[in-house]
Nanobody, 132 residues
């Protein structure tokens, strides 16, 4: 069974950096290369929120306002791994981080990239904890 698996989470102090990876397990990475890929996060008691997304082939990226300029999403088109480079982390970034894949191919992803409902494959998550 083809699955997404996150790694790279951990505990850092404010101002530090982490690089999350979302690898394809149990199959070929090309299965996910042609799909919208996203990173979401969920803190205890909060709704799952979109952090960043990258369109098929990496042509366009999206970021939620609170991470713009600090986080960078990228995809390795050779193996389907998606990365989230997180710099200048703050305690507000503390959450479980999930990667996801969406099967939809709309005319534009502008209005839907941040909705968890359009994603049908999810990894189990990796924890990020940022201390002040």
């Amino acid at each position: 069974q083809v699955q997404l698996v996150e790694s790279g989470g951990g505990s850092v102090q404010a101002g530090g950096s982490l690089r999350l990876s979302c690898a394809v397990s149990g199959g070929e990475g090309y299965y996910f290369i042609g799909k919208l890929r996203g990173w979401f996060r969920q803190a205890p008691g909060n709704e799952r929120e979109a952090v960043a997304a990258i369109t098929p082939g990496g042509g366009r990226t999206y970021y939620t306002a609170s991470v713009k300029g600090r986080f960078t999403i990228a995809q390795d088109n050779a193996n389907g791994t998606v990365y989230l480079q997180m710099n200048n982390l703050t305690p507000e970034d503390t959450a479980m981080y999930y990667c996801a894949s969406s099967p939809v191919f709309p005319p534009t992803y502008d209005d839907i990239w941040s909705s968890p409902r359009v994603y049908d494959s999810w990894g189990p998550g990796t924890q990020v904890a940022v201390s002040s």
